[in-house]
């Protein structure tokens, strides 16, 4: 059945899989014999995974309080029904199979036999229901969006679950892992009352992940145990997960080298420590694990202002900004510049044919002279603010960079420093701002964590990481509306690669670089899921 | 007949240090109240960016949940309400209630901060004495060269030096954190794994208050040594170590233990940034986590239990005064 699904859809692209697959495995028996031997090859049961966390998280449940924290810690809780490969097919999980019918319109998945939630119920099809229709289409931040076209999950049987759609959603097959459509309880969940957010089991969490919860000692550790009855037989490998809520990179680097925690995700260590830590034969630091959320770091014209609404003047700040320097001053050299709104990697979306802007201060200069903005007094052509995102230190660091390359060309760019609460809200509704810097993450598909830049239906006051530069475009509508409402895979490809060629061409924001995000892990490690957000079920701990 | 006035005098005294101290706290949950409204950005959207990505009905939902829909002047009210029955409220964020939230820390910023004051104050003294004992001779230089340096560098980089070389590199101590959660330990060896990991925060916690107890003890001893009583009790014979310890350091105790009470607010302030970098579970990162976070109820209520803190750090001072100096408790 999988088979046959996988036909149906993704019929041209399957052949092109097989022949990568081919020179994937063909390299790796060109480059095993290199590789040094593995102490152990077979996996070894029990032992405790000791892991830092930068924050602890709000809730554990990545379905209802979705945030980079609960991220670390929900995918060993529950499952999806799918696993979504590294080179885009599905991999069973909850579902064992599944069917489309009806021109895209109807598809229907069977559950596995025997798979329990954490206090014994059995897993049905009743619970895929909830947790689609009353859950994630109703408080996941980006499942309102992803799930919009899904009308009705029917149950025909308990082991049955029948999705119908209004029109076709391709997305949907990058949005149906575990992390992103989190298949939660209904018995726990379906109490009558709204507030989905004040349920007590999103901190005493009931899943049916190879982990349980165990115990939770606020503002120090989180501990989940082995689930012993997980449907997988032979997992998991570990005896438990215990997070490390550790707040200082400095000391997580610290507890690193002693061997205090054996795995840190989520950038975890400052950018300057990474050479010494790749170089360190101890730890693998690993850039491919996030390559699912593919970040992306932009420069933002507030458009609402007159002076960006002249596509010189946004031209010849972007001719201003040398990336290839940016990514050393503020990025330790780990970025890598972007041609464009998707990352190269990611590259079944990826255009590479696209406007570029190559840093040429010189044309900048003459553009600036030709919209009418020659220097004045001081060299200055004129002044507008910045407000850079306050995550980290490369953020605050790549303001001034800009503030500098800028000031070359005789604009003056006044930085303007805030705590994340006040940035949110000048940014995202005040809109108080000439421009802006911030990172989004693009997604498995472009229809999740791309459009948004530039699709003026995504100009929402009050809503955080939405369009805030007020692009609002009807080319640029259109092609969008078409990557959202094209069911065939082909055409829709087309609309892809056309919004990047328009993103480009338009300029209402600058695509700057590829962000890097890794993780950083003990070599005593083994068989880590390929993606950050996948479950530590296979993983195991040499002794 | 004058035994029952002064008992009334004492019990008036009583009702009105109460009192004021009922108007103190008052005045701290208005004024942070107002504080907190004030910042810009709510607690809903900082939920909501914490995920990356927005949808307008999420974000709807999330102010329901946190009760942002009412007007300032409800919200107000309820806190009000609320801590008239004697609870801080529930943490919309957490889910939990406030009190449940803190008291879990409490503990621990307790612990770290008594520690640290005790071993501030009794090296800090022990030094101030050793030091005005030896004025102008090298311990006397040695140890204000050591008080300065203490006095001047940073705690956090004091405390990151102090993690690379005794956790790093010789491998002593633990990096951080309140427990070694690899393993389940129990009873003593519970206890005793608490406190290998409260070695550094604690030590890092009290070396700034070190130089400031051990120079104010100094000068103290220093400006006694020359008064009148202390020459009369050596006129009449007593030994220079009972003049030093008895005559003298009682004396000088009284403007130590003042300032020590003053500091204590300050140390709780000195104690956020120990425990960020050594991840210290206190309550110290949650107050900073929370107002980062816009979670008003829990930041209402850490000020309210750190202003409470400071009152009764203040009333053991007098007490501890009345104790040294029987005149101070007559007036």
């Not at chain 1, 420590?273 to 390559?291: C, G, L, M, S």
């Not at chain 1, 995550?391 to 805030?418: C, H, M, T, W």
């Not at chain 1, 895979?489 to 700057?512: F, G």
Request: proline letters at 6%; a neutral charge; charged letters at 20%.
């Amino acid at each position: 059945m999988a088979r046959r699904f996988e036909n149906s859809t993704h019929g041209k692209w399957a052949r092109r899989d097989i022949l990568k697959g081919f020179t994937i495995l063909g390299g790796a028996c060109l480059v095993a014999p290199w590789l040094p031997a593995r102490a152990a090859d077979s996996p070894v049961k029990g032992g405790s995974l000791v892991m830092s966390l930068q924050t602890e998280p709000v809730g554990l449940v990545q379905g209802i309080t979705t945030s980079s924290a609960t991220s670390s810690v929900s995918p060993h809780l529950f499952d999806g029904l799918v696993v979504v490969r590294k080179d885009g097919s599905l991999e069973p999980c909850l579902a064992t199979s599944w069917e489309v019918t009806d021109a895209g319109k109807t598809v229907t998945f069977k559950l596995r036999e025997g798979v329990r939630w954490h206090d014994g119920t059995p897993l049905t099809s009743a619970d895929v229901q909830f947790s689609i229709m009353g859950i994630a289409k109703k408080v996941h931040p980006r499942g309102t969006a992803t799930l919009a076209s899904v009308i009705a999950v029917d149950t025909p049987d308990p082991l049955t679950a029948v999705l119908r759609f209004s029109s076709p959603a391709p997305v949907i097959w990058r949005a149906l892992y575990g992390n992103e459509t989190m298949i939660l309880p209904r018995h726990i969940y379906d109490t009558g009352k709204d507030d989905l957010f004040a349920n007590p089991a999103n901190i005493r969490p009931v899943g049916t992940g190879p982990f349980r919860f165990k115990e939770w000692v606020k503002g120090s550790h989180l501990v989940l145990e082995r689930n012993p009855d997980y449907w997988h037989p032979a997992e998991p490998h570990l005896d438990s997960l215990i997070f490390k809520f550790i707040k200082d990179p400095a000391a997580r680097t610290a507890a690193l080298k002693t061997g205090e925690i054996s795995y840190a995700p989520n950038n975890p260590i400052s950018l300057q420590e990474v050479r010494a830590f790749q170089a360190n034969p101890e730890f693998t630091v690993d850039f491919e694990a996030y390559r699912d959320a593919a970040t992306l770091y932009f420069f933002d014209f507030n458009l609402r202002k007159p002076l960006f609404q002249d596509h010189r003047v946004r031209e010849a700040i972007a001719l201003s900004i040398d990336r290839n320097l940016l990514s050393r001053t503020a990025w330790a050299g780990l970025a890598t510049p972007a041609t464009g709104p998707i990352p190269a990697y990611q590259k079944s979306n990826y255009n590479p044919h696209t406007v570029q802007y190559p840093f040429d201060p010189k044309r900048a200069e003459a553009l600036l002279d030709e919209a009418g903005h020659p220097r004045g007094p001081g060299g200055i052509r004129f002044t507008i603010d910045h407000l850079p995102n306050p995550y980290g230190e490369p953020d605050r660091r790549s303001a001034l960079f800009f503030k500098q390359a800028l000031k070359a060309v005789g604009i003056e760019l006044e930085v303007k420093n805030f705590d994340t609460p006040t940035y949110l809200r000048k940014a995202f509704t005040d809109y108080d701002f000439d421009t802006h810097s911030a990172w989004y993450s693009s997604f498995l598909d472009p229809q999740i964590g791309v459009i948004r830049r530039f699709w003026s239906q995504s100009i929402k006051p009050g809503t955080p990481a939405a369009n805030a530069s007020g692009f609002a475009d009807a080319e640029m509508d259109a092609v969008i509306d078409r990557i959202i409402h094209e069911g065939d895979e082909v055409k829709r490809h087309e609309a892809i690669l056309e919004m990047q060629a328009l993103a480009q061409q338009k300029l209402p924001s600058i695509n700057l670089l590829e962000l890097p995000m890794f993780r950083v892990y003990s070599n005593r490690l083994h068989d880590l899921p390929p993606s950050a957000l996948q479950s530590f079920g296979p993983s195991w701990l040499q002794s | 007949m004058f035994d029952q006035s002064s008992r009334r005098r004492k019990s008036l005294k009583a009702v009105n240090s109460l009192s004021r101290s009922a108007v103190t706290i008052l005045c701290v949950v208005v004024v942070n109240f107002v504080l907190m409204q004030m910042l810009p950005g709510d607690a809903a959207e900082v939920l909501a960016a914490e995920s990356g990505s927005g949808s307008a009905s999420t974000v709807i939902q999330l102010r329901q949940h946190f009760g942002l829909d009412r007007s300032v002047l409800e919200q107000f009210f309820a806190y009000l309400s609320n801590l008239a029955q004697l609870s801080l409220g529930v943490s919309p964020r957490f889910n939990l209630p406030v009190t449940e939230l803190i008291l879990s820390r409490l503990g621990n910023t307790l612990l770290l901060l008594l520690s640290a004051m005790g071993i501030a104050l009794s090296s800090g003294v022990i030094a101030g004495v050793v030091m005005a004992a030896n004025v102008g001779r090298w311990p006397d230089r040695l140890l204000s060269l050591l008080a300065l340096l203490l006095y001047s560098v940073p705690a956090f980089w004091l405390g990151l030096m102090a993690i690379v070389f005794f956790a790093v590199k010789l491998e002593w101590l633990p990096t951080g954190g309140i427990v070694t959660v690899s393993q389940n330990n129990q009873g003593w060896d519970a206890a005793l794994d608490i406190c290998w990991h409260l070695v550094l925060p604690c030590l890092t916690l009290a070396s700034f208050y070190v130089a400031i107890f051990a120079r104010l003890t100094r000068s103290a001893m220093l400006e006694i040594s020359q008064q009148d009583f202390v020459r009369t009790a050596r006129a009449k014979g007593a030994g220079p170590l009972r003049v030093l310890l008895v005559h003298m350091l009682r004396n000088a105790l009284v403007p130590v233990s003042t300032v020590a009470g003053m500091h204590f607010g300050a140390l709780m302030g000195g104690a956020l940034v120990i425990e960020v970098v050594f991840s210290w579970p206190g309550m110290g990162q949650l107050a900073m986590d929370s107002v980062m976070a816009r979670d008003y109820s829990v930041v209402l209520g850490i000020l309210l239990l750190a202003s409470v803190l400071v009152i009764i750090a203040n009333g053991l001072v007098d007490a501890l005064h009345a104790w040294l100096d029987p005149r101070i408790a007559q007036d």
